[in-house]
């Protein structure tokens, strides 16, 4: 199994630019979410999907988009970038709900809005 | 308002001291804890996952604790190798919304361990 993958492993975008942060998972895990991690502030919940076709907002979802359309692939998608959104951002999935089963984390994506 | 804090921040130790990372966190309803691993650059990798009902978790040189009543986990690591340089990150899992349980995160604490 390759586990969580990520791309791109960097991005520098400008102010107001769109993109999409590509996350799978071959582990057929029903749980998928996106953290962002900042110094000093550990990780911050930005999306989640509890299955295909479903999803929500996580603590800090302004400025982001999800979807689900399968169970493998969950795309964070950043409508106007933002220097604020400078971060890095890490994928997640688990196999049932995390009451029950850890949490596994992909290798991040480094993301520079200038 | 759930929070975790882990201390110290920082820590720098020679090869072959025993070591403990502390961890708090203000709400005790907690369905788990978990720590992880992160080296520079990289992922976080599940060291431990404790759950609520359990005191303890060992995996090799490592030994987690939790104590739910009193807000604290400890994750003790024997015989420290430069190889354990890296960050730990600890995280409690609670209930989010709609039935889903998110990871509240510590800022970790950074350890070198050198030769």
């Known amino acids: 199994n390759a586990g969580v993958t990520q791309t791109p492993k960097f991005q520098v975008l400008k102010t107001g630019q769109s993109m999409t942060l590509q996350c799978a998972q071959d582990m057929n895990h029903e749980y998928m979410s996106w953290y962002r991690q900042d110094p000093g502030m550990g990780l911050r919940l930005i999306h989640y999907?509890?299955?295909?076709?479903?999803?929500d907002q996580g603590e800090v979802p302004n400025g982001y988009n999800v979807s689900r359309s399968t169970t493998e692939d969950f795309p964070l998608r950043l409508l106007s970038a933002a220097p604020s959104q400078t971060s890095v951002y890490f994928c997640?999935?688990?196999?049932?709900?995390?009451?029950?089963?850890?949490?596994?984390f992909g290798p991040g994506t480094r993301l520079t809005v200038t | 308002k759930q929070e975790v804090t882990q201390i110290p921040a920082a820590l720098s130790v020679p090869e072959g001291e025993n070591l403990v990372l502390n961890c708090s966190f203000t709400d005790s309803a907690i369905y788990n804890l978990q720590w992880f691993r992160q080296d520079p650059g990289k992922g976080l990798t599940s060291l431990l996952l404790i759950q609520s009902s359990q005191r303890e978790q060992t995996s090799g040189r490592l030994n987690a604790s939790l104590d739910k009543s009193s807000g604290r986990s400890t994750l003790y690591i024997a015989a420290s190798q430069p190889g354990d340089s890296a960050t730990y990150l600890c995280?409690?899992?609670?209930?989010?919304?709609?039935?889903?349980?998110?990871?509240?995160f510590g800022a970790g604490t950074r350890l070198a361990v050198h030769p």
């Open positions: 999907s509890v299955g295909a076709g479903i999803t």
């Open positions: 997640a999935s688990s196999y049932r709900t995390l009451s029950l089963s850890e949490q596994y």
């Open positions: 995280a409690v899992s609670l209930m989010f919304s709609g039935g889903y349980n998110k990871l509240i």
